[in-house]
């Protein structure tokens, strides 16, 4: 099973590469859109997935990333405005992680989800009480195939992140914080800081899509940066795909990637309620999501069904 989702995965990120080849403007923008969210959703699952936290300050790290390039993109070479960018992200996610991953269960959702609108709130008072006005354009000379390409480059990566944490240390610890985190720490896991360490990379990885896809939108405000929707997207693509394996998610993206599509383009006005719709069907009919739902069908009969191992095995 973990082969051939593999397979699947690289066969669909060769396609999606050569797409801006083809010269059509839809389906590279189309394209962008999947790794956009394969990027979220990966790096959303390989922390929420393996310990059971629910993080909802996804789009609070891709709308300070998307910011970053709206104030340095005119001022700085682009790798060097990725690198602030990425210096920015690894500032906020310590804040953040040291103050929240003391948190569990409701008390860190809720905390996420008020983050995010913390965050929006504070860059709408600085861009009308101290810059003058509310949004930015974005001018930087990178094209649609080179936003693909790097975003790309930046979903392998997560991927080989993801693949090297199941089998090392760190994420062996990782998962026995998400079996039972009191009795982690008893076993002398640093669980604060294992939390923290794999928190800060992938909210890093967020924090880059966000620099990375900013030049796409060429104008910039706190509404389309700090969407609240994107966080809940990214969580019902992860949890549709099987959150609790570190390629699951991006399992997850492309048929939900397709269906928003079609749904903003027929139901614009009905869109925040269909999603919601989805997410109940997922949650009730796939509550281990499409990695869960084939490994039960494949599994040999007679054989007894246990809860996948996040890391990559089964227990």
Known sequence: MKGVAIA?????????GAVPLLGNDYLTSLAINLLLFGCLATAWGLFCGTTGYVSLATVAFFGTGAYTVAVLAERLPWALVLLTAAAVGIVLALLVGLVTL??????????????????????????????????????VDVTPAGILWQLLGLLTALL??????????????LRLIGEDETAARHCGVA????KLVVFTVTSVAMVLVGAIVAPRWTYIDPAIAFNPVISFQVV?????????????????????????????????NHFPIVLGIVFLVIVYALPRGIVGLVETLTAPRGSTTTAPDRGGTTR
């Open 8 to 16: 699947v995965l690289i066969g669909i990120g060769i396609g999606i």
């Open 102 to 139: 003391r948190l569990a269960g409701t008390y860190f959702v809720v905390f996420t989800f008020g983050l995010t609108e913390l965050i929006r709130q504070v860059v709408n008072w600085y861009e009308g009480r101290i810059a003058g006005s509310i949004g930015r354009y974005v001018f």
């Open 160 to 173: 080989l992140f993801g693949g090297w944490l199941a089998r090392s240390r760190l994420g062996f610890a």
């Open 191 to 194: 669980t604060t800081r294992v």
């Open 236 to 268: 019902i693509m992860a949890l549709l795909g099987g959150a609790a394996r570190f390629w699951g998610p991006a399992l997850g993206v492309v048929p939900l990637v397709l269906l928003f599509e079609m749904l903003v383009r027929s139901f614009p």
